[in-house]
């Protein structure tokens, strides 16, 4: 299947700093791309979904100005996490797809807020 | 009630038993989904169903459009397939997940 990567795999950052995640898609053209929280033992949580070259669009709850996300290739997007605190320490996950074709899953990021 | 309901949510297995999990959903879907996802959080694609069975190796999926449902089957179950099942429904241009189903295969 298609390959999609995550970069860094875990971060650990103090309070009050921002963190940048990536998200590639290695084999295919990302035309949509969705990032995903999750907490332990929980399902995956949608954060908000990007189409190449427009803004995200943002699930209710989700605060735009703090989870910057920025989809400016048909291959990358990334996720940036601003003014970090320790409630933002979660498993962060990137997905992308092309088309309506099948969704494919980054291996996760986890970030821990110290 | 959930959109997407799974069971069982937790099982056990010996290694060499044949697995199902179901999924029941709620919603008008274009595509089902059923994912892998390992201690350590990353999450693998097995399956996007439409229609009919899918086979790969020794996982089979199944959906039934009309009754809303769909079946994951592992065959010869290894310990190596423990992991959280997790099925997923594109509605109508986003995933709505399952609760997951954790599967623990013993040697």
């Known amino acids: 299947g298609a390959v999609v990567s995550q970069h860094p795999s875990w971060v650990i950052c103090k309070s009050g700093t921002s963190v940048k995640i990536e998200c590639r898609s290695l084999?295919?053209?990302?035309?949509?791309m969705f990032w995903y929280r999750q907490f332990p033992k929980q399902s995956l949580m949608l954060m908000a979904t990007?189409?190449?070259?427009?803004?995200?669009?943002?699930e209710q709850g989700v605060e735009k100005d703090k989870f910057l996300i920025n989809h400016a290739s048909l291959t990358l997007s990334t996720l940036t996490v601003t003014s970090a605190h320790p409630e933002d320490s979660s498993f962060y996950i990137c997905?992308?797809?092309?088309?309506?074709?099948?969704?494919?899953f980054g291996p996760g990021t986890r970030l821990t807020v110290t | 009630k959930n959109e997407v309901e799974q069971s069982p949510q937790n099982l056990t297995a010996q290694e060499g038993e044949f697995i199902t999990i179901n999924c029941s959903y709620s919603?008008?879907?274009?595509?089902l989904h059923w994912l892998q996802q390992h201690p350590g959080g990353g999450i693998v694609s097995l399956f996007m169903?439409?229609?009919g069975k899918k086979k790969h190796g020794r996982l089979i999926a199944t959906i039934n459009i009309q009754e809303k449902h769909s079946s994951l089957h592992i065959t010869a179950s290894h310990p190596r397939d423990s992991a959280v099942y997790i099925c997923?429904?594109?509605?109508?241009?986003?995933?709505?997940f399952g609760t997951g189903t954790r599967l623990q295969v013993f040697p």
């Open positions: 997905s992308a797809r092309e088309g309506a074709r099948e969704q494919y």
């Open positions: 084999d295919f053209q990302a035309t949509t």
């Open positions: 990007s189409n190449e070259g427009s803004k995200a669009t943002y």
């Open positions: 919603v008008g879907i274009s595509a």
């Open positions: 169903l439409s229609s």
């Open positions: 997923a429904v594109r509605s109508p241009d986003k995933l709505i």
